[in-house]
């Protein structure tokens, strides 16, 4: 690598090598860490990173791992996550985290290797059509085939990752693009040819918007990932303008932290799993507005029964999300954070008062929800209910006064994670949400801790999804990443579980973790820390062990192995149709075959 | 959702995209990927520097379908310009057609008088078969073909739609 800051001249363009050109091009991106694994086809970058120290390289233990590391980065940070894998199997095991960031609309940019050009289409040893599988798991590929792209097509990922809806972009490098000589250009402030996403709202859907709800009887403020996406000030906006307005708020799953979770005003997280009184206020309400989220059918339940009374507002950076499961009144394309901006903005100067007094009644009417208390519990006896367990690492770690993040797995564990773990802030909460990835949560916390070294960053998983990534235990100890695994281990793959449970008649076909590792030596055996939970009694001792320990821990919960997720609206049903707990027994009346169907 | 809101249209979508490697598999695997319907696609640079292409798609759906089929082609990061032509107004639509008819005798004279009428143009011949070339929208070329078919079709290659909006206005 050339000094650090040299530009580079038209003189000196051609001496540095493909490779060098990547790494040039990473660094004036702002690039400090990436996630990889090597491999024949990226070697010529190894060899370059060998040769510098601007750019920390993590060595996963597997490809799918780095995606997700690179998306619990990104996720925490709010700058783009870089990964680089081999071609091949390299590529092909990347391509679950791709789809994931995808889902979730997490900006990552995928270095992969490939065969030398001449080799490309000759089922060469580790050749895959690598932008063929990935086209529909990426925002966008590119294949590098001349070296004259190479630096623009490096610039060019990062600007469509993190612009617009973010999400994950492809780079295919074949290796002698890598080992020959290649011009370098600095990024480009011309904007891009054909991909410029509108940001800015248009006025008048924003004035149109402000008379709804100044008018509205009965509205809700329903936010999503896209808040997140835009950055702490859109966070810092939503709760200005909740607060201005006293309307109640909601948040999705990718939406947690956004508002904070303290606030009275908050109703919790909506949706399949969400609280009783989010879901009222949402099918009850009569002016709608969501921002930054997009109508998931685990928010909306059955579609024809969603929010029937309400005008919806919908606002997001993302033209295809608005009108495609729900038909809206106003829709607003922006991003969120302006569009929060222009409305606070707008509502300030409209003159129409507020319906104050129709809003108290409303409140009552939440309230009474509210006071059902649907995540109610009940911690008798010695085993622990998963609940009290998420619930007492909650006040645990609040109490440490530590900066927190979680990141979780897929299952049980995550909805009770999302209903019991508050978040004050945003980018403080890793999950997969749209893709539902098991093995997500543990390489997902290695990518926050990389990027907030005294952070206190926790996976919360289950036996089962913890399984799916288990290796990553060595990039913990090899880093020395004092990750936290919480595991509610129930011996069930939970959620499936409870769905056999409630919709096929408590057959439980093949949900049952057999064989399970002893946690405590598998964490041993990786270098890190394994404690154990088997009562209520040793739950707070090994909580405030976990976190006093300055290395990997894995502690094993052992949690009730029958607890179901509650509250719950069935495949198929509508918001006002939730089961909550005490009234489960004796399975789920409601559940139509048309809702089985459904995942 | 309304009747109204399940009535199928039929929609001739122009879409101008950046000739990259690769673009016509991203637009076709939206469709195929979503579940979309194509009647017909064509696809050729349009610009002097044979930068831009152009894309011709034929549709079909309810409202919802093709304003969810126009947005989703819009966010494709080489896409430049989603235009649909059915809705924005008064339009063009042509199809070239090259059309192969076997046959001796009578059946021979039968089918130019009937190129004739339909202005198809004899474009190859030899003793026993005629390819004539028609264009035409895609209504005319079925129905010359389906008079052709008793009296010696024998192959059929078409273009699929081009479209272009009538008057001063251009798609750019």
């Known amino acids: ?599 | 959702m309304s009747e109204a809101g399940n009535a199928q249209r039929a929609a001739t979508i122009a879409v101008l995209v950046e000739n990259e490697a690769g673009v016509l598999a991203r637009v076709i695997g939206l469709f195929s990927g979503r579940g979309y319907n194509i009647d017909s696609l064509t696809v050729a640079p349009v610009d002097e520097t044979g930068r831009i292409s152009r894309i011709t798609i034929v549709t079909s759906g309810t409202e919802m379908v093709i304003e969810q089929i126009k947005a989703q082609l819009d966010r494709l990061v080489p896409v430049h310009r989603v235009a649909d032509l059915t809705m924005e107004g008064p339009h063009l639509v042509r199809e070239l057609a090259l059309i192969k008819v076997v046959g001796r005798g009578e059946n021979r004279v039968e089918a130019l008088r009937l190129a004739d009428a339909f202005r198809a143009r004899v474009v190859d011949a030899t003793t026993e078969s005629f390819v004539f070339e028609m264009t035409g929208a895609a209504e005319k070329i079925d129905a010359f073909c389906a008079l052709m078919r008793p009296i010696g079709l024998t192959e059929v290659s078409r273009t699929g739609a081009v479209a272009i909006a009538r008057g001063p206005r251009g798609l750019n």
């Open chain 1, 1 to 599: 690598m050339p000094a650090a800051t040299k530009p580079a001249s038209t003189a000196d363009a051609l001496t540095m090598s493909g490779a060098e050109v990547v790494l040039r091009a990473l660094k004036d991106q702002g690039v400090e860490v990436i996630f990889g694994y090597p491999g024949g086809a990226v070697l010529p970058i190894y060899d370059a990173l060998f040769q510098q120290n601007s750019i920390r390289h993590i060595l996963v233990r597997h490809e799918q791992a780095a995606v997700h590391a690179a998306e619990g980065y990104a996720r925490s940070t709010g700058k783009v996550g870089v990964v680089l894998v081999t071609s091949g199997p390299g590529a092909t095991n990347a391509v679950t985290g791709l789809v994931d960031a995808l889902m979730d609309s997490i900006p990552v940019v995928c270095l992969t290797g490939q065969v030398p050009t001449h080799l490309i289409g000759n089922d060469a040893f580790q050749e895959a059509d690598t932008t063929g599988i990935t086209r529909p798991a990426t925002k966008h590929n590119y294949l590098v085939k001349k070296s004259a792209d190479l630096a623009r097509v490096l610039h060019e990922a990062f600007y469509v990752a993190r612009s617009g809806r973010p999400g994950p972009v492809v780079i295919d490098l074949p290796k002698d693009i890598l080992i020959n000589k290649a011009p370098y250009t600095e990024p480009s402030t011309a904007p891009h040819r054909s991909y410029r996403p509108q940001t800015e709202p248009d006025p008048e859907q924003i004035r149109k918007a402000v008379r709804l709800l100044k008018q509205a009887r009965r509205p809700i403020v329903y936010a999503g990932g896209g808040v997140i996406n835009s950055g702490p000030e859109a966070s810092r906006l939503l709760t200005e303008f909740v607060r201005m307005t006293g309307f109640p708020c909601t948040n999705t799953l990718m939406g947690l932290g956004a508002f904070p979770a303290n606030d009275p005003l908050f109703l919790g997280m909506l949706g399949m799993h969400g609280t009783y009184e989010a879901n009222l206020a949402m099918h009850g309400c009569d002016v709608m507005l969501n921002i930054g989220a997009r109508f998931d059918d685990r928010v909306t339940g059955r579609l024809d029964a969603f929010s029937p009374h309400s005008k919806k507002i919908h606002a997001d950076i993302d033209p295809s999300s608005i009108n495609k499961n729900v038909p809206v009144d106003v829709p607003i394309v922006g991003d969120a954070g302006r569009v929060l901006a222009a409305l606070i903005e707008c509502w300030k100067a409209e003159e129409a008062p507020q319906q104050r007094q129709v809003l108290a009644q409303w409140w009552r009417q939440i309230e009474e929800w509210r006071a059902k208390d649907c995540l109610r519990y009940r911690q008798e006896g010695r085993i622990i209910k998963p609940q009290h367990a998420v619930k007492r690492l909650y006040e645990i770690t609040r109490e440490s006064g530590r900066e927190t993040f979680i990141t979780t797995e897929v299952g049980q564990h995550q909805m009770w994670a999302a209903q019991y773990f508050g978040f004050d802030k945003p980018n403080r909460w890793m999950t997969s949400g749209g893709l539902g990835t098991m093995g997500y949560g543990l390489p997902a916390a290695m990518g926050v801790q990389i990027a907030h070294p005294d952070a206190l960053v926790i996976d919360i998983a289950g036996e089962a999804s913890i399984l799916m990534n288990i290796q990553e235990m060595g990039t913990l100890a090899q880093y020395r990443l004092p990750v936290k695994v919480f595991i509610l281990n129930n011996e069930y793959m939970g959620m499936v579980r409870q769905w056999q449970e409630l919709l096929h008649g408590g057959r439980y076909s093949e949900s049952y973790s057999a064989a399970l590792p002893d946690f405590v030596k598998l964490a041993e055996s990786f270098h890190a820390v394994g404690m154990r939970a088997e009562t209520v009694d040793d739950l707070d001792r090994v909580i405030r062990e976990m976190i006093a320990v300055d290395k990997a821990v894995i502690a094993d919960i052992c949690v009730a192995k029958d607890e179901n997720c509650f509250p719950m609206i069935p495949s198929g049903a509508a918001h006002n149709e939730m089961i909550l707990g005490e009234d489960q027994e004796g399975g789920v009346a409601g559940v139509t075959d048309e809702g089985k169907v459904l995942v």
